[in-house]
């Protein structure tokens, strides 16, 4: 799966737990159509990095699913809205 597919299957931390759950298990991969053979996850506070690394391309990507606190990103002004979930990625 391409950094590109990845984030547009990304719409939100629930769909960001199953890809984590389907990196560490090929089946699940398989079940879903999946491949996520280049890609790994850290942990991150608020969410999850992905890192895709493709060798025979010397291609690299990170995809950060990252939940909001009060619908902003740290750092920026509170705001009276849902939470939401931001999609970084370069």
Do not use: C
Request: hydrophobic fraction near 40%; charge should be negative; aromatic fraction near 8%.
């Amino acid at each position: 799966m391409s950094p590109k597919e990845l984030t547009g299957l990304l719409v939100g931390l629930d769909v960001a737990a199953e890809v984590v759950e389907a990196i560490d298990d090929p089946v699940l991969q398989r079940r879903r159509g999946w491949d996520l053979s280049r890609w790994r996850y850290d942990m991150v506070p608020w969410g999850v990095r992905f890192t895709y690394h493709d060798p025979a391309e010397s291609r690299r990507a990170e995809v950060l699913a990252l939940v909001t606190l009060n619908g902003r990103v740290p750092g920026e002004p509170v705001r009276h809205s849902p939470s939401s979930t931001v999609l970084v990625f370069g």
